[in-house]
């Protein structure tokens, strides 16, 4: 009791919010399910993440949770908040944006990732990208395969974190496999988000200047979603990306279009012919920050 009163008095705010979890005696699951009943919820991985001081509440909602969690630990109104100081300035670094950017729900990206590791994401340069989309005859998303070539920029990058996004929260989240030079880490799926976020391991950590070459695969399940369009987020820049959808011959859509955004941009939009065997690909260079990808409309 005498550290965490100290604690509570001088931080830093990791060890006083532990110090004050253990004289509570209560665990994770329990503080998440307390929090969850006074309508501020919050995962357990966050709560882990705040007490190792990986991570710290900032956001609106984070800091009401942060309010509600010292009624329940039984501590001083505001002293956990005020050891946190004034908020963090987020900077870009190398022209990269915060990784809920272009989505539209950019807080339940920005919460998803935080259970997963993403601490190298902007110290590995997009070189290249290829992603291959295969729609079905029933007109659904299959499957989406991608390659990547990323450089480090220090030592010690290891992982790349892949999050995919489905429309009909309905539906099961698809699967995502590891295909060459990379393995699974860490799978966080929120089906009731639509949203999943996987860690891909790479064979051993890159020394700066390095690169690597891999590739993975999202997997759909049926009923598989109905797939409209595909786009590519870029919260930080790429050499050169390369997008093909493919569909099944017996159903093509009858128009599809290639658009492109980049940050504070106007959408640019072009209507593109479709290749033979029903497909059609589209090449960018020295693209990003934005989204690009394609858009196809079955009833014109």
């Known amino acids: 009791m005498a550290r965490r009163n100290r604690l509570l008095t001088g931080g830093p705010f990791a060890d006083a919010l532990r110090a004050a979890v253990g004289v509570r005696g209560l665990g994770i699951e329990r503080l998440c399910v307390r929090l969850a009943d006074a309508g501020t ?29 010292e009624t329940i630990l039984e501590v001083p109104a505001g002293s956990l908040s005020a050891l946190l ?7 870009s670094v190398l022209g990269s944006r915060p990784f809920g950017a272009f989505w539209p729900e950019p807080d339940r990206v920005s919460d998803l990732v935080g ?3 993403v601490r190298w ?11 291959r ?4 005859a029933e007109r659904g998303e299959r499957s989406v395969r991608s390659r990547q070539v990323l450089r480090a920029e220090a030592d010690g990058p290891d992982r790349w974190v892949a999050v995919v996004h489905i429309d009909d929260h309905s539906l099961p989240l698809p699967r995502i496999e590891p295909v060459r030079y990379c393995r699974l880490g860490r ?20 020394r700066r200047g390095e690169t690597v070459i891999f590739e993975h695969e999202v997997v759909g399940a ?4 109905l797939a409209t ?6 919260r930080r820049p790429v050499r050169e990306f390369t997008l093909e959808v493919c569909f099944d011959p017996a159903t093509l859509p009858p128009r599809l279009w290639r658009f492109a955004q980049e940050a504070d941009l106007p959408e640019q939009v072009e209507e593109v012919p479709m290749g033979s065997g029903g497909s059609a690909h589209a090449v960018t260079l020295n693209f990003g920050p934005g989204r690009y990808g394609f858009r196809w409309d079955w009833t014109v």
């Open 85 to 91: 100081g004034p908020p963090r300035r987020r900077t």
């Open 121 to 131: 994401d902007d110290r590995l340069s997009r070189i290249s990208q290829h992603d």
């Open 133 to 136: 989309v295969a729609v079905g």
């Open 41 to 69: 919820p919050v995962s357990a991985a966050t709560l882990s993440y705040w007490q190792s001081g990986r991570s710290r509440p900032e956001r609106r909602s984070s800091m009401a949770a942060l309010a509600a969690l």
């Open 115 to 117: 259970a997963v590791d």
């Open 187 to 206: 799978v966080v799926g929120r089906r009731a988000e639509g949203l999943i976020a996987a860690e891909l391991l790479f064979e051993r950590p890159l």
């Open 229 to 234: 369009n595909y786009e590519r987020k870029f």
């Open 222 to 225: 049926a009923p598989y979603p």
